[in-house]
C-alpha cells in the first residue's frame, strides 16, 4: 500500500444553508497563517486552465479563513490508490502527467508559481484531475524560513531548496510533479528504477534532480508521453489541449470511476441539517 502523505489544508463538502449550492471547501491547518492561507487563496482565482481548481468564493473579512469552489465528484490522489488497491495503472499516469504538465505550463505562463503540487492536492474526477493547494508551501512558512518538518508539506515532493527556505520558482513546481507522478505509479515518491516503465523513470528520475538546472521543461512531458496524440505546444494561456485525447472512456481505473459515481450519489442524497450548518457553509447562501 501507499505511504501516507501529508494534506496542506482542511477538506469538507458543504452545503449553503438553502440548500441550493454544493461546494468542495478549504481550510488552513492550526499551524499556518490565516493571512497568508488567504493571500493565496485570493491569488488561485484568476488561474487559468482546465485542470486546476481555482477558489470560487472567499471567506469575508471578519470570517475564519475558508475558500470554496464549485463541488464535483473528487477523490484525492492517495485515496485513488487506495480504491484501486495499489499503483494506478501506466494509462492513467501518463494521461496524469501530460494533463498536469500542460497546466503548470499554464501557470508559468502567468508569471505564478504553484507552490503546493503534491499527492495530495491532486484530485481525480471523472474528465481529469484538478490541482489543489495552490502556495501551499508560501503559506507554511514565508521565504527564508525553513519549511522542513512543518504540518501539511509533504517531505517526499517538497523541492529541496524550498524546504531550506528558498522562493518558490517554476522548477520546483516540476520536481514537485514528478514527485507526485512516482507516487500514483509506485505508491512512493522516492521509487527505484526498476519499478517504473523506463519512459516515466526517465522523466521523473530528473524531476527529482537535487539542483533545479538539472530538472526537464514541462514540454518534454507532452513530447514523450503523449503517445502521438500531440497537437499544438502550450503558448502563454492558452488551454489544455493534448490532455483532452489522452483523458477519455477508461483513463481512470473501474474501482475508481465507481467510487466518484457512490459518492456523487451520496452527496445528492444528503440532507443537511440547518441548524448544522457551519458559519463558511451558511456564508456561501449570500456568495451567488
Given amino acids: 500500500m501507499p505511504s501516507a502523505t501529508a494534506v496542506p489544508e482542511r477538506r469538507f463538502i458543504a452545503r449553503s444553508a438553502d440548500g441550493d449550492r454544493t461546494v468542495l471547501l478549504s481550510a488552513p491547518l492550526r499551524t499556518t497563517d490565516p ?6 487563496a485570493e491569488t488561485s482565482r484568476y488561474l487559468l486552465g ?3 481548481l481555482p477558489a470560487a468564493d ?5 470570517q475564519g479563513a475558508w475558500h470554496a469552489c464549485p463541488y464535483t465528484p473528487v477523490l484525492p490522489l492517495p485515496t485513488a490508490i487506495a480504491v484501486h488497491g495499489g499503483p494506478l495503472p501506466e494509462r492513467t499516469v501518463r494521461a496524469l502527467a501530460v494533463a498536469l504538465a500542460e497546466n503548470l505550463a499554464v501557470v508559468h505562463g502567468q508569471q505564478l508559481v504553484h507552490a503546493g503540487v503534491s499527492p495530495s492536492a491532486v484530485l481525480l474526477a471523472p474528465d481529469g484531475p484538478r490541482l489543489t ?3 501551499a508551501v508560501r503559506a507554511a512558512a514565508a521565504d527564508g524560513a525553513s519549511r522542513r518538518d512543518l504540518p501539511g508539506l509533504d517531505p517526499g515532493s517538497l523541492p529541496p531548496e524550498q524546504a531550506a527556505g528558498g522562493r518558490p520558482r517554476p522548477l520546483g513546481d516540476v520536481y514537485a510533479l514528478g514527485a507526485s507522478l512516482a507516487y500514483a505509479a509506485t505508491g512512493t515518491t522516492a521509487p527505484e528504477s526498476d519499478e517504473l516503465p523506463p519512459e516515466l523513470w526517465s522523466l521523473i528520475s530528473r524531476c527529482l534532480a537535487r539542483d533545479p538546472a538539472h530538472r526537464p521543461q514541462l514540454q518534454e512531458f507532452v513530447d514523450q508521453l503523449a503517445d502521438g496524440e500531440r497537437m499544438d505546444p502550450v503558448q502563454g494561456f492558452a488551454p489544455s489541449s493534448t490532455a483532452g485525447t489522452l483523458l477519455g472512456p477508461g483513463w481512470l481505473p473501474p474501482r475508481v470511476v465507481a467510487a466518484l459515481a457512490h459518492q456523487s450519489a451520496s452527496v445528492l442524497a444528503a440532507e443537511v441539517a ?3 450548518q457551519p458559519a463558511a457553509a451558511a456564508a456561501l447562501r449570500g456568495s451567488h
Fill in 58 to 62: 472567499l471567506a469575508a473579512p471578519g
Fill in 274 to 276: 440547518p441548524t448544522a
Fill in 133 to 135: 493547494c495552490f502556495g
Fill in 50 to 52: 482546465p485542470w486546476v
Fill in 35 to 40: 493571512q497568508r492561507f488567504m493571500a493565496e
